[in-house]
């Protein structure tokens, strides 16, 4: 699976986009998941409250199944302005 990160993520995290092989059933299993991979990974994903997730460029829950899910965007709320 594809996953992006974007904004302040992709800072914290130290890479715009990875491919990893993951168990999560939704994307909030993917996010804990992820929490474990290393201490910026964690850090990034400390503060849920801050993130927004989309599934196949659609706008999702955390709560969302990932089956057949190609690709998972993470991303800080968007403003407008």
Same mark, same amino acid.
Request: no cysteine; hydrophobic share 45%; proline share 4%.
């Given at each position: 699976?594809?996953?992006? $990160?974007?904004?302040?993520?992709?800072?914290?995290?130290?890479?715009?986009?990875?491919? @990893?092989?993951?168990? !999560?059933?939704?994307?909030?299993?993917?996010?804990?998941?992820?929490?474990?991979?290393?201490? !910026?990974?964690? $850090? !990034?994903?400390?503060?849920?409250?801050? @993130?927004? !997730?989309? @599934?196949?460029?659609?706008? @999702?829950?955390?709560?969302? +199944?990932?089956?057949?899910?190609?690709?998972?965007?993470?991303? +800080? +709320?968007?403003?407008?302005?």
């Amino acid at each position: 699976m594809d996953l992006r $990160y974007f904004a302040w993520l992709r800072e914290r995290i130290g890479t715009a986009h990875e491919v @990893v092989e993951t168990d !999560a059933t939704t994307v909030a299993e993917l996010i804990e998941e992820l929490k474990g991979r290393s201490d !910026a990974h964690a $850090y !990034a994903l400390s503060d849920l409250k801050a @993130v927004r !997730a989309a @599934v196949d460029q659609t706008l @999702v829950d955390f709560d969302t +199944p990932l089956k057949d899910a190609r690709e998972v965007a993470l991303f +800080p +709320p968007m403003t407008g302005g």
